[in-house]
Nanobody, 118 residues
Framework: QVRLVESGGGLVQPGGSLRLSCAAS????????MGWYRQPPGKQRELVAT???????NYADSAKGRFTISRDSAKNTVYLQMNSLKPEDTAVYYC????????????WGQGTQVTVSS
């Protein structure tokens, strides 16, 4: 079983930056894809960005050019650097990890609130 602990959310003004972190711990053989999703108020959860175990990245159109996903395999941690934040980025951000432990599983973090407002 994998436990994900997210941090870094908060209140930021439009144009500002935040860096989210998600650390994985527990029992697993290896981490595969790691990613960030978000759920804006009153809307469904949506993809923000993912990163493979080899470092290949994938971004939602809304995140391209402003957000950067990265991972530190030694720390089992994935990051999301968010720049030029807009009010429409306001959402609960969730970390997701695909991991291998006899077979493939995925796990979700508890979510961290990001609010972009003046």
């Amino acid at each position: 079983q994998v436990r994900l602990v997210e941090s870094g959310g908060g209140l930021v003004q439009p144009g500002g930056s935040l860096r989210l972190s998600c650390a994985a711990s527990g029992s697993f053989l290896r981490l595969n894809a790691m990613g960030w999703y978000r759920q804006p108020p009153g809307k469904q959860r949506e993809l923000v960005a993912t990163i493979s175990s080899g470092g290949s990245t994938n971004y939602a159109d809304s995140a391209k050019g402003r957000f950067t996903i990265s991972r530190d395999s030694a720390k089992n941690t994935v990051y999301l650097q968010m720049n030029s934040l807009k009010p429409e980025d306001t959402a609960v951000y969730y970390c997701n990890v695909v991991y291998y432990s006899a077979k493939y599983y995925d796990a979700w973090g508890q979510g961290t609130q990001v609010t972009v407002s003046s």
